[in-house]
């Protein structure tokens, strides 16, 4: 399969039409609320704020935080980030320091919705998931129709856990940059021309995930392209669900039951010099969807810390979306894991590519 790191992903409702419709018309219209991987302890040096944000970005997020309680931004921990264009309520940690400056932080856009106390800095990826509630405005007329054969679908075959095109950056020159870099390849011009700063750590880290992402959206793509997204393979990296260890199929039948029983879940490279090693077949595909890419393994290795590497799960079980019909259109409630995204879930069922993805909620 040719690599395009820009095309849109398969489907696995693709021979279902979709409900159309628009997203976050109003800020009311996509609610998503962390689910934090632990609660704090009560006691510490660091405040623990549940917030409440409406209609921010979250750098801006950061920044607004920063500026109203007199700290730098570096002194703000977050578990992940948060749709700008929403209503969004998250998880804060600053310095017990600043407890009599609470109320500067109240208003424009913030609402402090409790506070507490713990002994370690909030840090990225330290929440469970995330829940949605989206209502989807505008669907065709026969949407009643059409959700319940869409819904059975997802719910019997999973979520495809592919990254959104949001992780890519505007117009893709992110994953463009970092696809450069890995390929040792001239470096792309920025959106307002002129070569993209490659120096800036920020952005060569941001870069070098986007092109991670890109090469796992193709690895995905290339086994539900061969029908193999339910199928385990021999020496596929299999992953306990939703939360435990690593470990190679070696019985694929035994693995297969326990994979349909949704107890495990195989999983794909997010390529780096410490990847969990499939092997048998599923290392051969794996290879074989990296040399598309045309990017090798020990450019991988080349980058150090950076390019540490890890798996991720295939497929997101889609066990707990509800979904109403309202007068203003269709309202959706789901969780997702951390690091999942929901325009994937919303694209299965909107058929849209036009779906609002400026920033999206993930670990």
């Known amino acids: 399969m040719p690599f395009d790191p820009l095309a849109p992903p398969p489907l696995v409702t693709a021979d279902l039409p979709g409900v159309g419709g628009r997203i976050k018309v109003a800020i009311e219209d996509f609610e998503v609320e962390e689910i934090p991987a632990y609660e704090p302890s009560g006691n510490g040096d660091f405040l623990f704020l549940w917030i409440e944000k409406r209609d921010m970005g979250a750098e801006y997020f950061a920044r607004q935080i920063a500026h109203r309680l007199g700290i730098p931004v570096g002194e703000i921990g977050t578990a992940g980030l948060k749709d700008r264009r929403a209503v969004a309520r998250q998880m804060v940690s600053v310095p017990a320091a600043v407890e009599d400056r609470l109320p500067q932080l109240e208003g424009d856009g913030i609402r402090i919705l409790k506070v507490d106390r713990h002994g370690n800095?909030?840090?990225?990826?330290?929440?469970?998931?995330?829940?949605?509630?989206?209502?989807?405005?505008?669907?065709?007329?026969?949407a009643a129709e059409l959700v319940p054969n869409l819904v059975a679908r997802l719910q019997s075959v999973g979520m495809p856990n592919f990254y959104g095109p949001q992780r890519f950056g505007h117009d893709g020159e992110t994953v463009l940059l970092g696809l450069a870099l890995l390929r040792n390849q001239p470096l792309p011009a920025g959106r307002?021309?002129?070569?993209?700063?490659?120096?800036?750590?920020?952005?060569?880290?941001?870069?070098?995930?986007?092109?991670q992402s890109a090469l796992f959206n193709h690895?995905?793509?290339?086994?539900?392209?061969?029908?193999?997204?339910?199928?385990?393979?021999?020496?596929?990296?299999?992953?306990?669900?939703?939360?435990?260890?690593?470990?190679t199929a070696d019985d694929v039948p035994a693995e297969q039951l326990r994979f349909e029983a949704r107890e495990?879940?195989?999983?794909?490279?997010?390529?780096?010099?410490?990847t969990f090693p499939a092997a048998a077949l599923a290392a051969e595909r794996e290879t074989a969807a990296l040399a598309d890419c045309e990017?090798?393994?020990?450019?991988?290795?080349?980058?150090?810390?950076?390019l540490q590497g890890t798996r991720r799960h295939n497929i997101v079980p889609i066990i707990d979306l509800e979904?109403?019909?309202?007068?203003?259109?269709?309202?959706?409630?789901?969780?997702?894991?951390?690091?999942?995204?929901?325009?994937?879930?919303?694209?299965?069922l909107m058929k849209s590519e036009t779906i609002d993805v400026s920033e999206e909620s993930s670990s």
């Open 323 to 348: 979904v109403q019909l309202e007068n203003g259109g269709i309202r959706l409630a789901f969780r997702l894991p951390a690091g999942s995204y929901a325009t994937v879930l919303l694209r299965e």
């Open 219 to 247: 690895y995905l793509s290339c086994r539900m392209g061969d029908g193999l997204l339910a199928r385990v393979l021999p020496g596929d990296v299999m992953a306990k669900w939703p939360f435990g260890g690593m470990f």
């Open 121 to 142: 800095k909030l840090r990225p990826g330290h929440l469970h998931g995330n829940r949605f509630r989206v209502l989807i405005r505008d669907a065709v007329a026969n």
């Open 264 to 274: 495990i879940v195989h999983t794909g490279p997010i390529w780096g010099r410490k």
């Open 192 to 211: 307002f021309g002129g070569r993209l700063n490659a120096r800036s750590p920020f952005l060569r880290k941001l870069a070098l995930s986007a092109a």
């Open 295 to 306: 990017v090798s393994s020990a450019a991988l290795k080349q980058f150090g810390k950076l």
